[in-house]
């Protein structure tokens, strides 16, 4: 499974971006999908996710400003950042875990996948 984000760049403090991440590739399945950054120095840390059936979760420093959305249809998440914050400066990565194929497409092993990552950066 391939993950393909885009949509990052450079923008000033208040702005906004929307993020885009894409799986191809054959699978059975895709489970939880989610977006994490990591700053220059830092570790890589979840920024949020979102489960098949629609359920979110945001950590607390981007609560009320991202939004996480799924297009099942489109195997695609999005992340709508708004109110841009000179901290919100990182490269962000997209993750997809789920089921692979298996005999005669029924399941088969889980698995799980990183894109590529994407720099956003946010001027003060």
């Known amino acids: 499974v391939q993950l393909q984000a885009s949509g990052g760049g450079l923008v000033q403090a208040g702005g906004s971006l929307r993020l885009s991440c894409s799986a191809s590739?054959?699978?059975?399945?895709?489970?939880?999908m989610s977006w994490h950054r990591q700053a220059p120095g830092k570790e890589r840390d979840l920024v949020a996710r979102i489960t098949k059936l629609g359920d979110t979760e945001y950590v607390a420093p981007v609560k009320g400003r991202f939004t996480i959305t799924r297009d099942s249809g489109k195997n695609t998440i999005y992340l709508q950042m708004s109110n841009l914050k000179p901290e919100d400066t990182a490269v962000y990565y997209c993750?997809?875990?789920?089921?692979?194929?298996?005999?005669?497409?029924?399941?088969?092993?889980?698995?799980?996948?990183w894109g590529q990552g994407t720099q956003v950066t946010v001027s003060s």
């Open positions: 993750y997809a875990d789920g089921l692979a194929v298996g005999k005669g497409w029924s399941p088969g092993r889980a698995f799980t996948s």
């Open positions: 590739g054959s699978f059975h399945s895709i489970n939880t």
